[in-house]
């Protein structure tokens, strides 16, 4: 039986703010237990961890209530536990603010100002929650007091050089509190100083030390970045960098591209703030390879005359760099390599070249040898390799020496003091190979057997400790006749040096192999036997002796005896001796005489139910036993019997019985014993009584139900047994006939339920239940949907083109009940969308002008009926105030003119003007797009007011662009310098015809 888990648990906080994680810690104690959370909430709801944390955000202002279930299951069973809590949270606080100039900078958001401007930053309270804020507290971040206030829209501040976290802490009326981190950035693009040290045409493996310079004024929170192309990490620093930086090239530039230049390294200095960067790069540096010799010998340094060994450059030489000094190009050469062995004689070239240094040390000056050199020795002895590598005078030389030692060819033999023996004798090899001039032999002893005609199968011999098959000197111990080659190779340690093989031929005798078989291996008592015996290997003058124990005779000196009879039960010895050269081989059987079997057969269960196995079990005093039966039916009707007219061995008879009719049947089993040796047993016989079966039980189909007290249940009338109803899950409810199949349930409530039909067993009971369930879900009356109140949209744009609805949420304890949001009518062609239809205060938006009719329905997971409520959401374009006629110049009391405005949105209420040195605006009843003017006699100034198309609604108006009409007085010529009586329209002039009048009579 499965141990049932225990779903319990504990939370702290108990009663927390939203937005602060709740821990939730399990108490089952079942191992290998599987949990299932679900947190009441749409955030996330669910969890499989055993001890999970979660965040609850409540949509709304108040403290709101959920529903916490945790069901744990046993992953080797069917067994569950589940459990219901509740928890309240409190509206947290939203704390989300924007300010001047948002600007993404190394992975966060700044407010940014850049000099020259003022640092007179300007925040503006976003919060979503201002309705439950009871208090905000700004700390500025640059040491400056904590601003505290209980409300607030837009606040200001002036910030020094640098960066700053703010915190914005808002605190709700429920004691909740939350946390905004924003943080400030004042200052200017960066400079930078990054100079090319000089001297850039290095080996690999040096250091360059760059300069960094005019960083001092940068303001703090500058970021300054140090790149490579050689395949070095960048670096970071912050304000203020290193004076200089150091860095060590360990790889050529043969094969990189720079920016500009080819085969070149770059290093790169860039400095970067929220106000910009400044990229200081320094290019060419040009990197040679410094020269690493090194050489490999193939296949060993240690060989043999005759052999060739193959030398195999691995140095690096071959990156170094030349540089045009007129336009900085660079190319990359390879260097060169020479080769040179000591002494000069009893070796040859076969494959490649030495090269020659030509006596000078300038590896430009040098003539290659090839990079692979193959070279037969002809001689043995000990011989120097010498190699040199190098590209220029810049990077220099290097050079690398190594020895090979070449040996005499190998040779292989060994003696042994005889080649007969009889098997399990040892054998002393004893080596004369010669020995190599460098190095030493290895020794390899292999022995290859061949089977003698009548022996038991030769095999590999073992080599006596502590020798081994690499001992110079092996002892060998042949342990199993046969033919044995014994071959002896050597080889030089460390070469491919190896002696041809040296073999030996060893014969090893053996006792008599012998094998012993009887005519019959079991018999009954009184029977006969005979036994007969095979012999070989080395066996053709062997004697014989037998013994038979129990026996008639008990002994025999012939190879064969005859027949032997035996009366004494159980297993009687036979067996003989033959000798030979080599000793004496024994070898035994035995006979097995057996009595008669008896048999014991009893039955499991004499009387079974329907459908369940009957089991005999079968038992005789020898081993071997082997059983045959039949069965019939004596009485009643049944089926599942077997018959097994050949015997088999086995322990029980097992069948699976079926009472087909509605009495008690019987079922007579007759078995028969078989002897192993074929020796026949008694009989027994064993009857088997099968009750008949129940009516199989039918619980009905699940029912769903919506807030019924009430039910009639759908169950099978059973024909065999009778049934009865229990409930197993659910609250309080009333079985009015709990035996009745279609009985009626009253005192029902909104709750999950399950009923068991179960249909007694026959027998008086004594025969199994058989039971099945079916499960009512009686769901409470839908939560009523409220969508919210209308809302009202006066400034639609392209940006302002949604809102957050105010609907009400499913009740929180009915994980099974789901809100949906549904669009009824909206403005011919316009487009509107939900960003989820199932939170009531989603955000919906749309694309143009109108009403829209939106609807919030709550349903729950059967076929309950829904409930809906509406919502309008009434968009109207804002008021654009538009752009006025341009000004003009007039003259003074001379002048008419219209005014006209164009690009507005809405409807013009009136237009207004103001004269020159009034600050009033009067206004003036005209509502429409143009306005007239006429003899104006000083400068005045028009405007036009435009209201939204809907006043009551939006009451809100724009103003336009203004008109200048600027008025000139009529000019007087006052002397001979006056203002042009034709150029009203200026206060300057010069008389230049004054139509034969002198200028005193003008005047």
Not at 284 to 312: A, M, R
Request: hydrophobic content about 30%.
């Amino acid at each position: 039986m499965n141990a049932k888990p225990t779903a319990a648990f504990t939370f702290t906080p108990n009663a927390g703010c939203g937005r602060t994680p709740v821990q939730f810690t399990n108490s089952n104690t079942l191992v290998g237990s599987i949990y299932n959370w679900d947190f009441g909430d749409n955030n996330n709801n669910q969890s499989s961890l055993q001890n999970p944390s979660h965040v609850y955000i409540p949509t709304g202002v108040s403290s709101t209530t959920y529903q916490i279930m945790l069901a744990v299951k046993d992953v080797n069973s069917k067994c569950f536990d589940t459990v219901r809590k509740t928890i309240t949270i409190g509206a947290g606080p939203d704390a989300s603010i924007t300010g001047t100039n948002p600007i993404d900078f190394n992975g966060k958001s700044y407010f940014t100002i850049c000099a020259p401007d003022l640092p007179n930053f300007s925040f503006t309270n976003q919060t979503k929650t201002a309705s439950i804020n009871s208090s905000y507290k700004i700390q500025w971040g640059d040491g400056s007091n904590d601003t505290i206030m209980s409300t607030w829209t837009v606040v200001t501040h002036n910030y020094p050089v640098g960066i700053f976290n703010m915190k914005v802490i808002v605190t709700g009326s429920n004691g909740c509190t939350n946390t905004g981190d924003y943080y400030i950035f004042y200052g200017s693009n960066p400079a930078l100083g990054f100079a090319n040290p000089g001297n850039t045409s290095i080996c690999s493996g040096d250091s360059k030390t760059f300069p960094v310079t005019l960083t001092a004024n940068n303001p703090p929170g500058t970021i300054y970045e140090v790149s490579y192309n050689d395949g070095s990490p960048s670096e970071i620093y912050t304000h203020p960098p290193p004076t200089s930086i150091t860095h060590t090239f360990n790889t050529t530039s043969c094969g990189v591209n720079g920016t500009t230049y080819q085969n070149a390294f770059w290093i790169k200095m860039t400095a970067s703030n929220p106000c910009g960067f400044t990229p200081q790069p320094v290019e060419p540096i040009y990197v040679s390879q410094k020269p690493s010799t090194d050489f490999g010998i193939s296949p060993k340094d240690t060989t043999c005359i005759n052999t060739t060994v193959t030398l195999n450059n691995s140095s690096t030489f071959n990156n170094n760099i030349k540089v045009n000094p007129s336009n900085g190009t660079a190319t990359c050469t390879n260097g060169n390599i020479v080769w040179s062995i000591t002494p000069a004689t009893g070796w040859s070239v076969t494959s490649g070249s030495l090269g020659n240094d030509n006596s000078t040390t300038n590896p430009a000056n040098w003539t290659s040898g090839t990079n692979i050199l193959e070279i037969n020795f002809l001689i043995s002895g000990s011989y120097t390799i010498t190699l040199k590598t190098g590209g220029s005078t810049i990077c220099g030389s290097s050079t690398k020496i190594k020895t090979i030692c070449v040996n005499p060819t190998p040779t292989a033999s060994f003696t042994i003091p005889k080649d007969t023996l009889c098997a399990g004798d040892n054998l002393n090899f004893t080596s004369t190979s010669n020995t190599p001039l460098c190095g030493s032999n290895l020794y390899s002893w292999s022995v290859v057997p061949a089977t003698t005609v009548g022996c038991n199968a030769a095999a590999a011999p073992t080599f006596v400790n502590p020798t081994t098959p690499s001992s110079a000197n092996p002892i060998i111990n042949f342990s199993k006749p046969g033919t044995y080659v014994v071959s002896l190779t050597t080889t030089i340690q460390g070469t491919g040096c190896t002696s041809v093989a040296f073999k030996h031929t060893i014969t090893v005798k053996d006792k008599p192999a012998v094998t012993v078989a009887l005519s019959r291996p079991t018999i009954c008592q009184g029977d006969t036997v005979t036994p007969i015996v095979t012999a070989t290997c080395f066996a053709t003058n062997a004697t014989y002796s037998w013994i038979f124990t129990n026996g008639t005779p008990s002994t025999s000196n012939v190879k064969s005896p005859g027949g032997i009879a035996f009366n004494t039960t159980g297993n009687n010895n036979i067996s003989v001796d033959v000798t030979n050269s080599c000793g004496t081989t024994t070898q035994s059987t035995s006979v097995s005489v057996k009595p008669s079997p008896t048999l014991t057969a009893t039955a499991t269960n004499a009387t079974i139910c329907n459908g369940q196995n009957a089991t005999l079990n079968l038992n005789s005093n020898q081993v071997g036993i082997k059983y045959t039966w039949t069965s019939t039916v004596t009485s009643g009707a049944a089926t599942g019997n077997s018959n097994q007219p050949t015997a088999i061995t086995t322990t029980t008879i097992s069948n699976t019985l079926t009472n087909t009719g509605s009495v008690d049947a019987v079922v007579r089993y007759t078995i028969n014993v078989v002897g192993a040796t074929g020796c026949i047993g008694e009989t027994k016989t064993v009857d088997i009584t099968v009750r008949p079966g129940t009516t199989p039980p039918n619980a009905g189909l699940d029912q769903n139900l919506c807030n019924a007290t009430t039910a009639t249940l759908a169950g099978n009338n059973p024909t065999v047994g009778t049934g009865t109803w229990t409930k197993i899950l659910g609250g309080a409810a009333t079985i009015t006939n709990a035996n009745l199949y279609n009985t009626t349930i009253t005192g029902l409530l909104p709750d999950i339920y399950q009923f068991v039909w179960t249909i007694a067993g026959s027998g008086g009971g004594t025969c199994p239940n058989t039971p099945d369930t079916m499960k009512i879900i009686n769901r409470p009356t839908v939560t009523t949907a409220n969508a919210g109140n209308d809302i009202v949209v006066c400034n639609f744009s392209t940006v302002n083109n949604s809102v957050t609805l105010q609907g009400n949420a499913a009740n929180p304890n009915r994980s099974f009940e789901t809100g949906t949001w549904t669009v009824i009518t909206k403005p011919t062609g316009s487009s509107a969308s939900f960003s989820n239809i199932n939170n009531p205060t989603t955000t919906f938006t749309f694309n143009q002008i109108g009403n829209y009719t939106l609807a919030w329905t709550i349903a729950n997971d059967i076929t309950c009926t829904p409930t809906t409520d509406t919502v309008t959401i009434k968009v109207y374009q804002a008021a654009v105030g538009g752009t006025t006629s341009s000004s003009a110049t007039v003259c003074k009391n001379n002048n008419t003119g219209t005014i006209t405005l164009t690009g507005f949105t809405g409807n013009i209420i009136k237009w207004q003007y103001k004269v020159l040195g009034s600050a009033v605006w009067v206004d003036v009843a005209n509502t429409t797009s143009s306005l007239n003017y006429t003899n104006l006699d000083t400068t005045t100034t028009y405007q036009a007011i435009v209201t939204t198309t809907n006043t009551i609604d939006c009451p809100i108006t724009a103003i336009s662009s203004q008109t200048i009409i600027t008025v000139n007085p009529v000019p007087v010529i006052s002397n001979l310098t006056a203002t042009s009586p034709t150029q009203c329209a200026s206060n300057t002039g010069s008389i230049i015809n004054c139509c034969g009048i002198c200028p005193e009579a003008a005047r």
